[in-house]
């Protein structure tokens, strides 16, 4: 297996960095597919006979799982490299849907959350982190930019999953031409099949297209002292295990988690959400299910686009600058939705779009910010511990939307007013992360390594 270590991915001089960003979009655009999960949510509620909540948990088990994983095999990516790590991850993520489909057809949903939660939510981790980590490396000098270009694939596994899941369901059902139809739990099955053998090719072509820059590489014109001249920006470097005992990183944790518990639970009651707040009250909606599914490919959109504008943006404006309009302009879209969101299709839609183009934007954004605060040395490690908060937030966002929804009525039959409480909650939440944002300060010298040129030199050597 040594054709996976670090010192086989090596880049040769003149090696063109811009090559890289596909080979980290092949990883994080069939990840992403878990943003997709509420087209067949549903179809999972009805053949399990089980509550939103119930299988709101395989959405959280596996978000999770993310940050866990992410947070203790952080270092073991860094360490090992991109290559390893991306092929851990096929593995994982792929395997996660053979068990869950087991899960299906034998009508036990136990193995739903060990497969698809529990065992593809590790593949989620690793697969999310060795693609970032890799492109800060290569673009130092844009390091929003950089994560942007990976992230937004991750964000973006919807918009190619939700439609092609919702073809699949229909030619794996027979039934799909019935009125008010809702695929059965056996074409959820074979999907699950059938996703696992696509991912599976194209993470592998990630994994063996990716490189690492040689030690000591820099791109052309580059100039750290220019960086150092931005707000919050350092050439100074703390290690991981400093990193998690300064207030900056907790701060930047908070600010994190209310922006991923806010964007979550749109996230991952999308397609039941629009057909509930346009519902009439003979129980019909004006919204079918293949256009809910529709919307679930644009919110895939502005959570796609969201990671890259808004992450690049962050490289004119800062990272501070950029997560207090997440948060602060969130806050008022979010009370415009709860309040007047189901007055016509067209706001709402606006209205969740720009959201979601926040809540993509929070993500890509993140390991730039923790670049800033903490310099490159064990970056990659730091911004895995960061992904604790999306393990909370996974956990939190759904529980809210899903508690408040099973306390109002039945699914099928909820209105726009049944979502209010739980969106008014999210309003909260993102007050309490503008806040937190608001604090964040530069990193005092006291949690610095004592050499950074020497110590981040190490590192470099040390990981190629």
């Known amino acids: 297996m040594s054709w996976l270590d670090r010192e086989r991915t090596i880049a040769p001089p003149g090696f063109n960095r811009w090559l890289i960003p596909p080979a980290a979009l092949a990883v994080h655009l069939c990840i992403g597919q878990v943003y997709a999960s509420s087209v067949y949510k549903t179809a999972l509620v009805e053949y399990f006979d089980a509550s939103l909540t119930q299988i709101g948990v395989i959405f959280s088990i596996a978000i999770v799982m993310l940050g866990l994983s992410a947070a203790t095999m952080g270092t073991w990516v860094d360490t090992n490299g991109p290559r390893k790590a991306m092929f851990v991850a096929a593995l994982f993520w792929s395997g996660g849907f053979l068990i869950g489909s087991l899960g299906i057809f034998s009508h036990q949903l136990w193995l739903v959350y060990l497969g698809y939660g529990f065992i593809g939510g590790i593949g989620l981790g690793v697969g999310y982190i060795s693609p970032v980590s890799t492109l800060i490396k290569w673009f130092p000098d844009r390091p929003g930019l950089a994560t942007g270009m990976a992230i937004m694939g991750f964000g973006g596994g919807a918009l190619i999953a939700s439609p092609i899941s919702t073809v699949l369901l229909a030619r794996y059902d027979p039934n799909s031409a019935a009125a008010g139809w809702v695929a059965s739990g056996d074409a959820v099955g074979k999907l699950f099949l059938t996703l696992a053998v696509i991912y599976l090719a194209y993470m592998m072509f990630g994994a063996f297209t990716i490189k690492v820059p040689a030690a000591g590489w820099k791109p052309s014109g580059y100039d750290p002292a220019k960086a150092k001249a931005k707000t919050l920006v350092t050439n ?70 969201g990671r890259f504008v808004w992450s690049a943006t962050s490289d004119i404006t800062g990272r501070k600058n950029i997560y207090m309009v997440y948060l602060g302009v969130g806050t008022v879209l979010y009370v415009l939705l709860a309040l007047i969101g189901s007055s016509t299709t067209a706001l709402y839609v606006i209205l969740a779009f720009i959201i979601i183009s926040f809540y993509g934007g929070g993500f890509s954004a993140a390991p730039a910010y923790l670049r800033d605060l903490f310099g490159t040395f064990q970056v990659g490690a730091i911004h895995g511990r960061l992904l604790t908060a999306w393990s909370a937030a996974g956990i939190a966002g759904p529980l809210i939307v899903n508690a408040f929804l099973d306390a109002q009525g039945t699914p099928g039959e909820l209105t726009a007013q049944a979502y209010q409480p739980a969106l008014l909650t999210m309003v909260g939440l993102l007050v309490v992360g503008f806040i937190a944002n608001l604090l964040v300060r530069p990193v005092g010298p006291t949690f610095h390594e004592p050499d950074p040129p020497r110590s981040a030199a190490r590192e470099i050597i040390r990981e190629a």
């Open 236 to 305: 100074n470097h703390v290690s991981a295990s400093n990193a998690i005992k300064t207030k900056q990183f907790w701060l930047v944790w908070i600010a994190l988690f209310c922006n991923v518990t806010a964007g979550i639970g749109i996230l991952e009651q999308a397609a039941p959400m629009i057909q509930d707040f346009f519902r009439h009250s003979d129980g019909t909606s004006l919204v079918t299910a293949i256009v809910a599914s529709g919307f679930v490919g644009l919110l895939s959109i502005a959570n796609m686009g």
